[in-house]
Nanobody
Framework: VQLQASGGGLVQPGGSLRLTCTAS????????VGWFHQAPGKERGAVSC????????YYEDSVKGRFTISRDNAKNTVYLQMNSLKPEDTGIYYC?????????????????WGKGTQVTVSS
């Protein structure tokens, strides 16, 4: 299962970005998908995750009300719309297939990470 993240870039505080997660060789609607963030010097953690049928959906507390995760099954894609970006959102974002999703948790148990995308929020 190989997922690839794209869509990162440099944006000013308060700006927006939309990240895209695509899959090679399989349908994304057959798996749970999560977005994970690694800030400089910090451990990677779940930002938002979505179940196979669109539920459940998990958001980390710091992004609630600002980020939205969604699926486009026709395009075999999962998006992360990021609004009102803050400098602390800076880092590398990865998409992966979590082992556990609930409204209050999203856990990924593998050491394998696909290609991430860099997001830099700075004025």
């Amino acid at each position: 299962v190989q997922l690839q993240a794209s869509g990162g870039g440099l944006v000013q505080p308060g700006g927006s970005l939309r990240l895209t997660c695509t899959a090679s060789g399989f349908a994304l609607d057959s798996v749970e998908v999560g977005w994970f963030h690694q800030a400089p010097g910090k451990e990677r953690g779940a930002v938002s995750c979505i179940g196979r049928g669109g539920n459940p959906i998990y958001y980390e507390d710091s992004v609630k009300g600002r980020f939205t995760i969604s699926r486009d099954n026709a395009k075999n894609t999962v998006y992360l719309q990021m609004n009102s970006l803050k400098p602390e959102d800076t880092g590398i974002y990865y998409c992966a297939t979590p082992n556990i999703i609930a409204r209050n948790m999203c856990l990924y148990g593998s050491d394998y990470w696909g290609k991430g995308t860099q997001v830099t929020v700075s004025s």
